[in-house]
């Protein structure tokens, strides 16, 4: 075990630093020796103890405990970051050059200047660096990062609603493939699984192995499976409820059924399936292998045990299950009835039953007096057109 202290600066990563004999506490500024030199950061925890193998050697000490002269020339530094970040964008656009301009980091003890930018290709920007430098009169440097450090940096809100997880807990970027994607069940579609910087999501990698730990136990889709209500289908599995929705091959019901992980057992797949069909077809299903019904322990799952319903509910209420003071006997509670679903044909019987009948020649006379009426002078006069052809008069010469 060793004694460090944790410390994180402007890019959200925390390190661990030797406190050097120093008592350090949580949201103290300390001044420590880094790669890039002497630099500001902020303890995120105190004086604590961690196993050696996750230390990375070498381990770095603690300089001293930040005073009020280090704060004020770190909000100078901040100020020049300001600047140099409006000038070098403008000088950018001068030279007309193919690259995005993500942040800057000024070091310290302001002897050096770092610029991270995002560019599609290499770029020559040496009379950029030039440029800078007669202008700041420090060290200029140029790094180009990928767009999932531009991402961090940015920072922004994920399809989820919550803050990059790069930008807020995540130190560094591990490989994310399709596979865990499938894995979790996820749509393939990359605008689903993508995050705002286009690569696949980082969810995805450390997500994956509690879904790995559930896919062990949840069955495969189209697999052929014995549940309380009979034999189905598994049409499609949601993880994270542990359940699966089955097609039963009981004809007469067509709705698709939700049954738990454990109370579904695997019996085969798709050929499995089309042995039971033939089978059942040919009447010889004992001799294939198959039960008409289930297990007694999924039959169980099936059927409700109302007696045990009311132990509790009777030992809840202080009775355990004795008669009352009053001598009242318990009432058993009655069994649920099962909901029967009516048939089609009986629906149209009683639709026809309900509406009044008419004799077809009654039928006959209302449509003659409702029938619409036709516009013009003959019709009206000589009462219809079949009247008005017959009684016309002869065409005088």
Not at 47 to 65: C, M
């Amino acid at each position: 075990m060793t004694e460090v202290i944790s410390v994180r600066f402007d890019n959200n990563k925390v390190f661990f630093f030797d406190p050097g004999g120093l008592t350090v506490k949580r949201g103290a500024g300390v001044i420590v020796d880094t790669v890039k030199g002497r630099n500001f950061g902020e303890c995120v925890y105190g004086n604590h103890s961690v196993e050696d193998s996750a230390i990375v050697k070498p381990l770095r000490p603690v300089v001293r405990l930040a005073t009020d002269d280090d704060r004020r020339r770190v909000v100078e530094n901040s100020e020049k970051k300001t600047e140099a970040f409006t000038v070098c964008r403008r000088k950018i656009a001068e030279y007309k050059l193919p690259m995005k301009l993500v942040s800057i980091e000024y070091s310290f003890d302001g002897n050096k200047l770092v610029f991270y930018f995002t560019a599609n290709s290499r770029v020559d920007f040496r009379e950029l660096v030039k440029e800078m430098a007669a202008t700041f009169k420090t060290r200029i440097e140029l790094r180009q990062i990928g767009v999932r450090d531009e991402a961090r940096v940015v920072g922004g809100l994920g399809i989820c609603g919550r803050p990059f997880c790069c930008s807020q807990f995540l130190r560094n970027f591990h490989p994310v493939s399709i596979k865990m994607a499938k894995t979790q069940g996820l749509s393939l579609n990359p605008t689903k699984i993508s995050g705002a910087c286009g690569r696949l999501m980082c969810c995805l990698k450390y997500e994956e192995a509690a879904y790995v730990d559930i896919v062990k136990q949840a069955p495969k889709t189209d697999s052929f499976v014995e549940t309380p209500s009979g034999k189905g289908t598994i049409v499609s599995v949601n993880l994270l409820r542990g359940n699966a929705r089955v097609r039963l091959e009981d004809g007469t019901d067509t709705a698709l059924k939700t049954f738990d992980f454990g109370e579904m057992v695997v019996l085969g797949g798709k050929l499995r399936r089309a042995e039971y069909v033939a089978a059942k077809a040919e009447g010889r299903l004992k001799e294939a292998g198959f039960s008409e019904q289930p297990p007694p322990e999924l039959a169980a799952l099936a059927k409700h045990d109302v007696s045990k319903l009311d132990e509790v509910l009777f030992s809840l209420s202080g009775d355990s299950g004795k008669e009352s003071a009053a001598g009242a006997a318990r009432v058993p509670r009655p069994a649920p009835q099962p909901h029967v679903r009516p048939d089609a044909r009986d629906k149209l019987d009683r639709t026809l039953s309900s509406k009044p009948t008419r004799e077809p020649r009654d039928d006959i006379i209302f449509a003659k007096d409702n029938a619409r009426q036709k516009k013009g002078k003959r019709w009206k006069d000589q009462g219809g057109g079949g009247a008005a052809r017959k009684n016309k008069p002869p065409k005088t010469p």
